[in-house]
């Protein structure tokens, strides 16, 4: 019995050591979590409680050169409800006075939100989603109702912001004015003014504290942001409204006529490079057409006859050659390292000054002025169009900037034809917008600008930073090359390839073009056209100057010429700008195409123009249209808001009168 008793004893001091020893751990275990490590398991428990987040800052607002707004931030706000926070007594008090006020701003009914709320707080939902995607003053509006505004942890007021980017006048310029965003890998990208400026546009973020309130749910700490974001600088863009609609539909109607793949116009201010109007179309399966390349900035092509101005730019100031030397065109085909050189013309044009071969646009004519007087110097030639700045990019803030290619001797893909062929287009490669710049020279009496985007960036009312004209080249040539080369484009439009052009109301001057691409290809690939217009506007005082691209027009249509299919969208444009009769071109066959993409705005304006002295009723247009429409008509314009027009202030059916500023409200 005392040896069993002594066991007994022996098995309770061993547990009770044990359990001593499990103590000891235990204090020691608790002493390092809270002196040693309890830091970092405080840390690591608020993390899982308390998260900051990113409040995204109000991105700059992208303004017209006129002032209207091409892309802005709209924050939007949903707010939901946590059914658990307000007490007994406040949630009674409030509840249906809180129904009430929502009826007045959202679609349901009193009693409905009534009923979601108390089945909300029945069922213990911290996060009952009471209103999505609200604008600015509705959540102002909300905020303040009866218990929402006790804040969020007296009266489970909960919002959350998100900013998204509105483009007010729809999809016209939309690459232009392009996107900054992440894509699906979480690399940042983006195109246009949106990405190339989005140092100024951006602003800095903001932070605010949220608790974790169920799994995934979250909710603001406090009713103040820990750090309040800071809104981006606004853009002011060169972009031009009034010309840009006018260059947008010209070029649509036409590019649905002749069912082309695709194109793009550019309108550039002389004096300065800026860049009023540019629009770039491409057609989808459907068989419409939208903006979805930058083809004026990216797409670097053989130019064809719009290249011979350089030619005869070349000849002239080297004097090698003068506008009266006459050239024979040998009937039209002259053949080179047993390649032929063709004449659109059939049976060429006999005997004619080096002049009139520019304004008739022979390729014979201008490939013996510049094959005859440099075939033993080439790189005198190419040295030439290099200095004209033709064999490089212009520098532009837009990343994709096709690369312009002017070939040399010793290059890998000089040959013996490349000389001729360059005389007439081809074996070189430029981008629309290139080459507008280079025509843009001669209208500047020889001074290059480089294209602007942009004018300036402000803050406000205040000017953070200006973009003056920059100067590519002070002088392509001499002035007396300048005279002859301004009459022979003034001529191209008179008498020349152009002349059907040729209005005695408004002069233009420029020069037509239509490359084979494609050709000769073995990749199965067939060849097509590119029919092109470039040129300035008036003649005798150059403003603007142009360039309209068309890709890939159906040779079914009779027409692939640069003359027929892209000299009407100048003209369209020349006339719409300088005068008030709209354009005598007809436009034949238009399909449902062009209606299925454009509002009432096409047909609306017509009938006004012909018809009406009075002010049209706008109400249900697009902010876009309405603007255009009305300043068509001599009215000044100016809107509230972004969308449709909801409300006009001046009632339609009043007779106009010109230069009287209209309001306009857009939903």
Same mark, same amino acid.
């Given at each position: 019995?005392?040896?069993?008793?002594?066991?007994?004893?022996?098995?309770?001091?061993?547990?009770?050591?044990?359990i001593?020893?499990?103590?000891?751990?235990?204090?020691? #275990?608790?002493?390092?979590?809270q002196?040693?490590?309890?830091?970092?398991?405080?840390?690591?428990?608020?993390?899982?409680?308390?998260?900051?987040?990113?409040?995204?800052?109000?991105?700059?607002?992208?303004?017209?050169?006129?002032?209207?707004?091409?892309?802005?931030?709209?924050?939007?706000?949903?707010?939901?409800?946590?059914?658990?926070?307000?007490?007994?007594?406040?949630?009674?008090?409030?509840?249906?006075?809180?129904?009430?006020?929502?009826?007045?701003?959202?679609?349901?009914?009193?009693?409905?939100?009534?009923?979601?709320l108390?089945?909300?707080?029945? &069922?213990?939902?911290?996060?009952?989603?009471?209103a999505?995607?609200?604008?600015?003053t509705?959540?102002?509006?909300?905020?303040?109702?009866?218990?929402?505004?006790?804040?969020?942890?007296?009266?489970?007021?909960?919002?959350?912001?998100e900013?998204?980017?509105?483009?007010?006048?729809?999809?016209?310029?939309?690459?232009?004015?392009?996107?900054?965003?992440?894509?699906?890998?979480?690399?940042?990208?983006?195109?246009?003014?949106?990405?190339?400026?989005?140092?100024?546009?951006?602003?800095?973020?903001?932070?605010?504290?949220?608790?974790?309130?169920?799994?995934?749910?979250w #909710?603001?700490?406090?009713?103040?942001?820990?750090?309040?974001?800071?809104?981006?600088?606004?853009?002011?863009?060169?972009?031009?409204?009034?010309?840009?609609?006018?260059?947008?539909?010209?070029?649509? @109607?036409?590019?649905?006529?002749?069912?082309?793949?695709?194109?793009?116009?550019?309108?550039?201010?002389?004096?300065?490079?800026?860049? @009023?109007?540019?629009?770039?179309?491409?057609?989808t399966?459907?068989?419409?057409?939208?903006?979805?390349?930058?083809y004026?900035?990216?797409?670097?092509?053989?130019?064809?006859?719009?290249? @011979?101005?350089?030619?005869?730019?070349?000849?002239?100031?080297?004097?090698?050659?003068?506008?009266?030397?006459?050239?024979?065109?040998?009937?039209?085909?002259?053949?080179?390292?047993?390649?032929?050189?063709?004449?659109?013309?059939?049976?060429?044009?006999?005997?004619?000054?080096?002049?009139?071969?520019?304004?008739?646009?022979?390729?014979?004519?201008?490939?013996?002025?510049?094959?005859? &007087?440099? #075939? &033993?110097?080439?790189?005198?030639?190419?040295?030439?169009?290099?200095?004209?700045?033709?064999?490089?990019?212009?520098?532009?803030?837009? #990343?994709?900037?096709?690369?312009?290619?002017?070939?040399a001797?010793?290059?890998?893909?000089?040959?013996?034809?490349?000389?001729?062929?360059m005389?007439?287009?081809?074996?070189?490669?430029?981008?629309?917008?290139?080459?507008?710049t280079?025509?843009?020279?001669? /209208?500047?009496?020889?001074?290059?600008?480089?294209?602007?985007?942009?004018?300036?960036?402000?803050?406000?009312?205040?000017?953070?930073?200006?973009?003056?004209?920059?100067?590519?080249?002070?002088?392509?040539?001499?002035?007396?090359?300048?005279?002859?080369?301004?009459?022979?484009?003034?001529?191209?439009?008179?008498?020349?390839?152009?002349?059907?052009?040729?209005?005695?109301?408004?002069?233009?001057?420029?020069?037509?073009?239509?490359?084979?691409?494609?050709?000769?290809?073995?990749?199965?690939?067939?060849?097509?056209?590119?029919?092109?217009?470039?040129?300035?506007?008036?003649?005798?005082?150059?403003k603007?100057?142009?360039?309209?691209?068309?890709n890939?027009?159906?040779?079914?249509?009779?027409?692939?010429?640069?003359?027929g299919?892209?000299?009407?969208?100048?003209?369209?444009?020349?006339?719409?700008?300088?005068?008030?009769?709209p354009?005598?071109?007809?436009?034949?066959?238009?399909?449902?195409?062009? /209606?299925?993409?454009?509002?009432?705005?096409?047909?609306?304006?017509?009938?006004?123009?012909?018809?009406?002295?009075?002010?049209? &009723?706008?109400?249900?247009?697009?902010g876009?249209?309405?603007?255009?429409?009305?300043?068509?008509?001599?009215?000044?314009?100016?809107?509230?808001?972004?969308?449709?027009?909801?409300?006009?202030?001046?009632?339609?059916?009043?007779?106009?009168?010109?230069?009287?500023?209209?309001?306009?409200?857009?939903?």
């Amino acid at each position: 019995m005392a040896v069993d008793d002594k066991h007994i004893s022996y098995r309770i001091y061993l547990v009770a050591v044990f359990i001593f020893l499990m103590a000891i751990a235990i204090v020691v #275990k608790l002493a390092n979590i809270q002196w040693v490590e309890g830091d970092h398991y405080r840390q690591l428990a608020k993390q899982r409680t308390v998260k900051t987040f990113v409040i995204p800052a109000n991105k700059g607002n992208i303004y017209s050169a006129d002032g209207s707004l091409l892309a802005t931030s709209i924050p939007n706000y949903d707010i939901r409800f946590d059914a658990l926070v307000p007490k007994q007594e406040i949630f009674e008090k409030n509840v249906k006075s809180l129904a009430d006020s929502l009826a007045t701003i959202l679609p349901e009914s009193s009693a409905f939100y009534q009923n979601e709320l108390r089945k909300a707080r029945a &069922n213990k939902n911290r996060y009952f989603l009471v209103a999505r995607k609200l604008s600015y003053t509705d959540y102002i509006k909300i905020k303040g109702f009866p218990m929402f505004n006790l804040g969020a942890y007296k009266g489970g007021f909960i919002q959350e912001q998100e900013t998204v980017r509105e483009h007010p006048i729809g999809k016209i310029a939309e690459r232009t004015i392009g996107y900054d965003r992440i894509d699906s890998k979480g690399i940042p990208e983006g195109k246009g003014i949106e990405w190339a400026f989005r140092d100024y546009l951006n602003g800095k973020d903001g932070k605010i504290l949220k608790q974790k309130i169920a799994k995934g749910q979250w #909710k603001p700490i406090r009713d103040i942001n820990e750090l309040d974001p800071q809104d981006g600088y606004d853009v002011v863009s060169t972009i031009d409204v009034f010309i840009q609609d006018i260059a947008h539909h010209a070029l649509l @109607k036409q590019l649905v006529e002749y069912e082309a793949d695709h194109g793009c116009v550019v309108v550039m201010e002389t004096q300065t490079g800026h860049i @009023k109007a540019i629009a770039n179309l491409g057609r989808t399966r459907d068989g419409s057409y939208y903006e979805t390349t930058n083809y004026a900035i990216t797409e670097s092509q053989e130019p064809g006859s719009t290249f @011979k101005l350089a030619d005869l730019m070349t000849v002239l100031e080297d004097k090698v050659a003068d506008t009266g030397t006459v050239y024979d065109t040998q009937n039209g085909v002259i053949k080179y390292f047993g390649r032929s050189v063709r004449d659109s013309h059939k049976g060429g044009y006999g005997k004619i000054s080096l002049a009139r071969g520019f304004e008739l646009s022979s390729n014979t004519v201008l490939v013996q002025a510049v094959y005859d &007087n440099y #075939k &033993n110097n080439p790189t005198k030639f190419v040295n030439h169009l290099k200095g004209y700045g033709l064999g490089k990019k212009l520098g532009l803030h837009f #990343k994709g900037e096709g690369s312009a290619y002017i070939p040399a001797p010793g290059d890998k893909h000089w040959s013996g034809v490349s000389l001729p062929w360059m005389a007439f287009g081809y074996g070189v490669s430029v981008t629309p917008l290139q080459t507008l710049t280079y025509y843009n020279s001669v /209208a500047n009496n020889g001074v290059m600008v480089k294209p602007q985007f942009v004018s300036e960036i402000k803050e406000w009312n205040k000017t953070i930073r200006k973009y003056d004209v920059e100067v590519l080249n002070p002088k392509v040539c001499s002035d007396e090359t300048l005279g002859k080369l301004k009459a022979v484009l003034e001529n191209v439009v008179k008498k020349g390839t152009a002349k059907k052009l040729y209005s005695k109301d408004f002069s233009m001057a420029g020069k037509t073009g239509t490359s084979q691409v494609n050709y000769g290809k073995r990749d199965g690939s067939s060849m097509y056209y590119a029919s092109s217009f470039v040129g300035y506007f008036p003649a005798d005082h150059p403003k603007y100057s142009c360039i309209v691209m068309v890709n890939r027009p159906s040779t079914l249509k009779g027409d692939f010429y640069g003359a027929g299919v892209a000299g009407p969208v100048f003209k369209r444009i020349a006339q719409k700008i300088f005068t008030d009769a709209p354009s005598t071109n007809e436009i034949k066959n238009l399909d449902e195409k062009v /209606a299925k993409q454009e509002t009432n705005y096409g047909q609306y304006y017509t009938k006004l123009q012909k018809k009406s002295k009075n002010i049209p &009723n706008v109400k249900g247009m697009s902010g876009m249209d309405a603007i255009a429409l009305l300043e068509n008509l001599g009215m000044r314009v100016r809107i509230v808001g972004i969308g449709k027009v909801r409300k006009q202030s001046i009632d339609a059916g009043q007779n106009i009168d010109k230069n009287t500023t209209i309001v306009l409200e857009l939903s």
